[in-house]
């Protein structure tokens, strides 16, 4: 266990030297704010609220989901794997006892503290601006549903950038998968419009998806647009999907390592 | 005309190269157009969603807005064919010294720098967006004539040169803070503004900022209006101004930048 806290230290201490990307991705995160809230601001102009929501509720949605992205999503994790892949960095893993998704969970969950601080920071310079346009509700249930939806979010966001991460043992460049990915993570994910606001038999399809977990799911129940009911069905829908994913990324792992010629001394 | 001359026939060299290339990593050529096809399809997908809602956001009806935002995909698929994988580069090369590669050859540096790669993806998506402008303008009756669509790509046309200006500043960044890893997302997030329509902006400081000082609501707002209402002097002088100014100011801050370059040979 010690040897992954290691790799945490290493890694908070690495993203540090980053600080600046951080920060400069906090301000664009401002930035892209102030066009969902200029859009949705629009949207809900004359209307005392839409799918069921006000548009206080609609951007808290918002704003939420963007600070669990700075907590909890998978930025370029996927990038970082399969440079190790390509560049051969991946093979020292291999001579030693370290498991290399743990090995990458601990340094993208010292990735996430340090984004994490930013995104408060962020947060903080918004508020004043923002402050009488959110709407919080204030059930105990929903942090402590909300929490271990957050944790699992976690989980799932970082396997799946690891699988893709992991496609560089069969292609030379995989950028184009994970941008492709992204697309369908953002949408399906909740990241564009909430997801209630869809259909009833898309909503209702898009359960199913592990996509639904990435953002929205925790950002529903934290922001009052779901029940205890369904968070607590999503609960186990997400766990389900969890567990599935870190399976299939030790089996593209297992794969992959059958696939790859370590060269060089 | 004999400078422009030799400058064609250098892009024409580059763009026959980058053909050729492409032509031999066809699957990820197939990747990349299906990822700019997707992200198409997500603004499409919004736009669908908020006015299953709703009938009009800022006055705009679901085809005015999706001609909107075709544009404004257009001019960005545009920018991503012809300037986006070298100005790109750019900041990468700047950092590691391959840039020296640039200033070797026989060219102006921004023009190396920015005309190197034709992506075709962009290009094939250009038709989509193109299409979605199309097929949302048949959906409102519009029967624009020649003048106006010829105006409608000229504005399109001075878009790319403001998105190229925006981007050539965003990465020049390089030159000053040497790794621009994610300084791209400057340009993307300025450009996000420009699906938005005018009207929308009606809260002061923001609609200064994004309106009248930085360039992303003019871009795609002036093309669209001369497909809807046709032509509108003011919109027209204020696009033009802008392409100006912001085409200006990039080629300063380039130039500014490469004084600071001093390779990174060993």
């Known amino acids: 266990m010690t040897k992954y806290g290691h790799a945490f230290v290493i890694g908070l201490q690495s993203n540090l030297i980053y600080r600046w990307n951080f920060a400069v991705r906090s301000l664009f995160w401002f930035f892209h704010l102030v066009v969902v809230f200029i859009l949705w601001g629009a949207v809900f102009a004359g209307k005392a609220g839409i799918g069921g929501f006000t548009f206080a509720q609609t951007l808290t949605y918002f704003v939420v989901v963007f600070i669990l992205q700075f907590f909890i999503g998978a930025f370029n994790e996927d990038y970082q794997i399969s440079e190790d892949i390509r560049n051969g960095l991946i093979n020292q893993f291999l001579l030693k006892p370290i498991n290399y998704f743990a090995y990458r969970l601990s340094v993208f969950a010292a990735a996430r503290v340090v984004s994490g601080f930013f995104g408060v920071l962020a947060l903080a310079a918004a508020l004043p601006f923002f402050r009488g346009y959110l709407d919080l509700p204030h059930e105990g249930w929903r942090l402590a549903l909300g929490l271990p939806a957050m944790a699992l979010t976690a989980v799932i966001q970082f396997s799946i950038a690891y699988c893709f991460g992991l496609l560089a043992f069969w292609f030379l460049e995989i950028q184009g998968f994970v941008i492709l990915s992204m697309a369908v993570e953002n949408l399906l994910g909740g990241q564009i419009f909430p997801l209630d606001l869809l259909p009833h038999a898309a909503f209702n399809a898009a359960r199913f998806l592990p996509f639904f977990y990435q953002a929205y799911f925790p950002a529903a129940i934290l922001t009052g647009r779901q029940g205890i009911d369904f968070a607590v069905q999503g609960l186990a829908i997400q766990a389900a999907w969890a567990f599935i994913l870190v399976c299939l990324a030790e089996a593209i792992w297992r794969r992959g390592l059958r696939h790859h010629t370590a060269a060089g001394g | ?266």
């Open chain 2, 1 to 266: 005309m004999e400078t422009l001359s030799r400058y064609l026939r250098i892009w024409f060299a580059s763009a026959r190269y980058s053909l050729v290339r492409a032509t031999m990593f066809r699957g990820d050529l197939f990747i990349w157009a299906l990822v700019e096809f997707f992200w198409i399809s997500v603004n499409v997908v919004m736009i669908g969603v908020i006015y299953s809602h709703t009938a009009l956001v800022a006055g705009w009806n679901m085809y005015e807005m999706m001609i909107l935002v075709g544009t404004s995909m257009l001019i960005q698929r545009f920018l991503m064919a012809f300037f986006w994988s070298g100005i790109f580069e750019m900041g990468r090369n700047v950092r590691n010294g391959l840039f020296d590669f640039i200033l070797a050859q026989p060219g102006d540096p921004l023009f190396m720098a920015s005309t190197r790669k034709l992506e075709l993806d962009g290009l094939i998506n250009s038709f989509v967006a193109a299409s979605l402008v199309v097929y949302s303008a048949a959906k409102l009756g519009l029967r624009p004539g020649v003048g106006d669509i010829a105006l409608y790509a000229a504005m399109v046309a001075c878009g790319v040169v403001i998105h190229f200006g925006a981007l050539v500043i965003a990465m020049s960044l390089a030159f000053w803070i040497t790794s621009s890893q994610g300084v791209e997302g400057s340009y993307f997030t300025l450009m996000e503004f420009s699906r938005l329509p005018k009207e929308a902006f009606h809260r002061g400081l923001v609609s200064v900022v994004f309106v009248w000082i930085l360039p992303a609501v003019v871009v795609s707002n002036a093309p669209a209006r001369v497909l809807l209402h046709g032509f509108q002097a003011s919109w027209a002088a204020w696009l033009g101004a802008a392409t100006l100014c912001w085409f200006a100011l990039s080629v300063l801050v380039f130039r500014l930048g490469l004084r600071r370059y001093t390779s990174a040979s060993s």
